[in-house]
């Protein structure tokens, strides 16, 4: 292994622990060995062993718990697309960056190919938010229907499996944009106003004006997680 480079030594580690997992040589939740003791094993470093986990991870065949070490994910189960679990900011923003190209395509289909039976959803969530916007408070969970019902308006299950796939990462970037938005006097007026927008280009079957107002309202909410607030 010495004369390969470090992707090199990353991606024999990753193929080398991704055979052995399918193989059954380790079983559904079982502790694989330290990162130290999985460097000793395969004669490389441990950043190496890192970004082999790393891989492992993304591709939905391992599972981490904090302070426990990483275990073995069951194949086929709870990851239909391999998505693994939001551990870190760089998750949360790599997430953004698929929603803000995925979700305003799937706003234009549904603008286009909505009928009264999937526009309902997309509305029913809307009250829900407008509920709780009068009662200065966020809904995380409405939100999250109100934007797989836009996907599943669509009718590309495509977009809809997607969302349902990264519910849990959502939802974390949801619970930060609540909490950002709460410290601005307007901010929940002014998210449930983006809401509506969106809601209005889909019901009047205006494709490039939602996607367009969802990729506004996808960036704007990324920008109120992250933004750097001045002292």
Known sequence: MQTAGRRNLGEIVFDRMQRAIKSGSYAPDERLPTEHDLAAEFEVSRPIVREALQKLRDQGLIYSRRGAGSFVRAIGVKQPLGFGALENVADLMNCYEFRVTMEPEAAALAAERHDAATLAPISAAL??????????????????????????????????????????????????????????ESGLSTVFSEHAQIHAAIRDRDSATARQLMREHLIGSRERVFEKRRP
Request: aromatic share 8%.
């Open 127 to 184: 009250h829900l938010m407008r509920d709780a916007t009068n009662r200065q408070s966020h809904r995380e969970d409405a939100d999250f229907q109100f934007h797989l019902a836009i996907a599943l308006g669509s009718e590309n299950p495509y977009f809809a499996t997607s969302m349902e796939a990264l519910k849990d990462h959502i939802a974390a970037g949801m619970r930060f944009h609540g909490a950002s938005i709460k410290r601005d």
